[in-house]
């Protein structure tokens, strides 16, 4: 299979105006003959379909919360960015393209990132315009602060509340159209199979989770908004429901899975604290602007430490070490999140972590509190401190917080080329559910700009170009391909239902996490992959004979919605391990312990990995590399410092 990411020709800074010149358009009296099912109302999904709704067609959005606002975006803390260079520091798009391609580890499209650069900039104006409540700074202009892997202040935020204020803005542009008429919600409805007509992607199937009803919806074209698939590590910052069904489901119908293996592993987590913990949260990177990071100099004092013997505020600043601002003078606690992961893992394994397990380290805000006073912190942070206080028990404005690397984003997603169009035609996959612009490593505040810029500037464009060049033929749900698809998901759900084993579908599923975070998570070697890949297997055999699934088809019923989202995470699982171990190089996120330089850094290998490795699915636990090269004509590769 030819790859073809249809990068338009021409200078880097042109590509975007002229392909947008250049797609074909849809009259806007022929918009209303096409319909689009978008899946997702998180800020990808949200804002893609009040954009098209806005255009003229007519938008199906569906998502599984009780309501679009409740989309997993809303969690998003620290901001967004943008290259407005409002700060006066050096700041351009060029800059933020740079920055991006080097955070990702080299392993992203030139041209997309480029072009989200561009646009970065026109999210900031629409989002101000739907009234979203930025920081503004003493002077009522729009306030900044910086994020990892940048030496520029470029993130927009509203308090450590961002994610909720722009789905706010979206759900509101989202709203608009559903009184227009012009969207229709399907809350409560889970996508659990794609349906292909003649080699294109005409709809979909779902369950109703309150009725348990198998229904059909066809449309011209299908957006999958799905988000990440980050929760296949069982623990992890994402919300609870977040999973890889929509886009496992369409995987194996066709579309390719990019770079499956590249995890975000976020270095400011409140640490693991027990057995029986089912979720994990983020304490936001932008606390990296004030807090500083240390452990213990000495592996004595850190014992001491973790048996309660000694206070993080009875250690002398000789006593400390700031590994982050020793090794990475430049860029400090601001390193990006893969360096300082890594690094934070290395102390503890080093036996200098604190806490009772002895994985976490310090974030300290004494010196800010000094320097700019309580009041100053708390206007910054507050909810994230009160967060961390009923969490974990402890003021962190008087003792320092205590935080470790945690699973938080995928990278990897569905192939998408520059259209945001899968390898399926018709089938466009948006914000996180795609694999795009981030490479190998995404930076901070980047995520909810990549969503926004899909949804609000890049798909109203590309979608009009596909469909300008299809037929407005409606198709039915009697189509013979919706009832395969339909009798597909019924007998999945029966067998799901049939095999009354003894142990619980979360047993599985945190068998697996563990498997992932221990053999796929932030180091890997060959050797452990290997031995991961069996246990999936085997994990995955014993899943399908031994499940308890309670409860019938024809009801609410959350022991089959997550038997059926385990079962493609046990599918997912062993193609992220096989795509880590195939790729013998490091990069970013995807650290091979045999592929480091000599101060312990990633090691890449351009010469033989500088492609997108695309899967094709084949049956559980077989699957096709395809390879897109990538080409780099406006920076140079380099390893990657932030010294
Ligand atoms: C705690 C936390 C904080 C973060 N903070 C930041 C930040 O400050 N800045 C930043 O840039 N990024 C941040 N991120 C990352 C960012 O929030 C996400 O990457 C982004 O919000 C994903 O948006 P999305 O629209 O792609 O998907 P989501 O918001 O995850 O939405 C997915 C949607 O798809 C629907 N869906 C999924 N599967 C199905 C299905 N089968 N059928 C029907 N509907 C389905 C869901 O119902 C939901 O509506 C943070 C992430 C976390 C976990």
Redesign the pocket.
Known sequence: MKLDSKIPAGPLAEKWTKHKFNVKLVNPANKRKYDVIV????????SAAASLAELGYNVKS????DS?R????????????AAKNYQNDGDSVFRLFYDTIKGGDYRSREGNVHRLAEVSVNIIDQCVAQGVPFARDYGGLLANRSFGGAQVSRTF?AKGQ??QQL?LGAYSALSRQVANGKVKMYPR????DLVMVDGKARGIV?RNLITGEIESHSAHAVLL????Y?NVFFL????M???V??AW?AHRKGALFANPCFTQIHPTCIPVHGDFQSKL??M???LRNDGRVWVPKDKATAEKVRKGQVKPADIAEADRDYYLERKYPSFGNLVPRDVASRNAKDVCDDGKGVGSTGLAVYLDFADAIKRDGEDTIRAKYGNLFDMYQQIVGENPYKTPMMIYPAV??TMGGLWVDYNLQTNVPGLYA????NFSDHGANRL????????LAD?YFVIPYTLGDYLAQNPADKISTDHPAFKEAETGVKSQIEKLLSINGKKPVDQFHKELGHIMWDYCGMSRTAEGLKKAKKMVQELRDEFWKDVKVVGTADELNMSLEKANRVADFLELGELMIDDALNRNESCGGHFREEYQTEEGEAKRDDENYSYVAAWEYNGPGKATLHKEDLVFENVKLTQRSYK
């Open positions: 899946v997702g109302t998180g800020l990808a999904g949200a569906f998502c599984f919360q679009p409740r989309a997993h975006s809303i969690a998003a803390q620290g901001g967004i960015n935020y961002t994610g789905l409805t889970e996508m659990l779902a908004c799905t988000g990440g980050g992890s910052t994402n919300a429901g977040s999973n069904t929509a489901r949260t983020l936001s990177e932008s938080h984003y948006l914000g996180e559910a901070g505040a980047s995520a909810l700009m990549q969503g949804g």
